[in-house]
């Protein structure tokens, strides 16, 4: 029995040995890797909670289509005060441009001007009497003090009410109305903000794209900027794949590669967007024939058309691929 188990054993070491002396080695111009995405994760503008979930995995959204929406209870409370807020600055703007060219009371103030006026030609004829008959010896000196002191009080009165009466006609006091149409000003911009706080609550899809995945439900709780849904535009997806060293000068940024894969179509293309510029070790999964431990140079290029489909983490062969016909290299 012990010489029946060993003779099996090496039976299948020597199966194992032959297969990977002999499998056919992968042609020098063609590179391997498979497909990636770079994924858009998207999130809420503000912590909430989630209130509606437009989609779900795998579906094909459209840019600008609704994917999920925030709840909103706490902003449109802060948006009607600040409503109310914009009504009553409202008011109190009218009130003033209404209170500087009243007609009635420019007519009151005018009236006071020319009782001051009466008072002041009163007071000077008593002043110049007085004067008179101090001169003459018949009243004291206190009596002409007395009448120019309330000479003097309704010269100032006269000023004081003529004032009062050039500033009611004038059209506004600049600086009560200024203040009260800046604070309407300010309102109003806090109103705007407050909308478009609320109007982001629903995120829209950036791009055109499928969805990959969900993350949160309806109810839960989400964290500003925290990730909602992940989104894939097709243009986001690209074959990483790598180059060793005598094989890069094959390849240039830009130039077109032709993808094949496993019961893939035969017309699949991508060009060149990204080469690195340090090498690196052969990773430890690489979907190659053989591996061996050499410096590689990661490389990506950019799926167009119908390459767009694969899935991600299909594993792919790349190779250069000539230029459409009438196509400029």
């Known amino acids: 029995m012990k010489r029946l188990a060993v003779f099996i054993a090496l039976a299948l ?40 979930l437009a989609v779900s995995a795998g579906a094909q959204v459209k840019k600008g289509d609704p994917l999920f929406t925030m709840s ?13 807020r914009i009504a009553q600055l409202e008011a109190q703007v009218e009130n003033v441009q209404a209170a500087m060219n009243r007609p009635e009371q ?15 030609k009163l007071s000077r004829a008593d002043y110049d009497r007085q004067r008179k008959l101090y001169a003459e010896g018949h009243v004291a000196k206190a009596a002409l003090d ?27 006091r600049s600086q009560e109305i200024e203040a009260a149409e800046a604070n309407l000003k300010q309102a109003r911009a806090q109103l705007d903000a407050m909308n478009l706080r609320i109007k982001r609550q629903s995120v829209l899809a950036p791009a055109e794209g499928v969805v990959q995945d969900v993350f949160f439900r309806p109810g839960e709780i989400v964290n ?6 992940a989104l894939l535009p097709p243009e986001n997806r690209k074959v990483r794949f790598y180059v060793s060293e005598p094989e890069l000068p094959k390849i240039s940024l830009g130039e ?35 591996e061996r431990a050499k410096l590689v140079f990661k490389a990506e290029a950019r799926l167009e058309g119908a390459a767009r489909a694969l899935p991600l983490g299909m594993p792919v062969a790349v190779r250069p691929a000539p230029e459409p016909t009438g196509t400029a290299q």
């Open 106 to 120: 420019i007519a009151v103030l005018q009236a006071g001007l020319e009782r001051a006026e009466a008072a002041l």
């Open 256 to 290: 077109r590669m032709r993808v094949t894969c496993d019961g893939c179509a035969d017309d699949l293309f991508g060009r060149v967007s990204y080469i690195a510029s340090r090498q690196e070790y052969t990773p430890p999964v690489i979907f190659s024939d053989k």
């Open 13 to 52: 070491l020597a199966v194992v040995v032959w297969r990977v002396a002999y499998r056919p080695a992968t042609p020098a111009d063609v590179f391997l890797g498979y497909v990636e995405g770079e994924i858009l994760y998207i999130g809420p503008y503000e912590t909430e909670r989630v209130a509606n």
């Open 72 to 84: 909103t209870t706490l902003l449109d409370r802060a948006r009607d005060e600040a409503s109310a």
């Open 146 to 172: 007395r009448a120019e002191m309330a000479r003097t009080r309704d010269e100032a009165s006269v000023k004081e009410a003529r004032r009062q009466v050039e500033a009611s006609r004038m059209a506004s």
């Open 224 to 229: 500003a900027g925290q990730p909602v849904v």
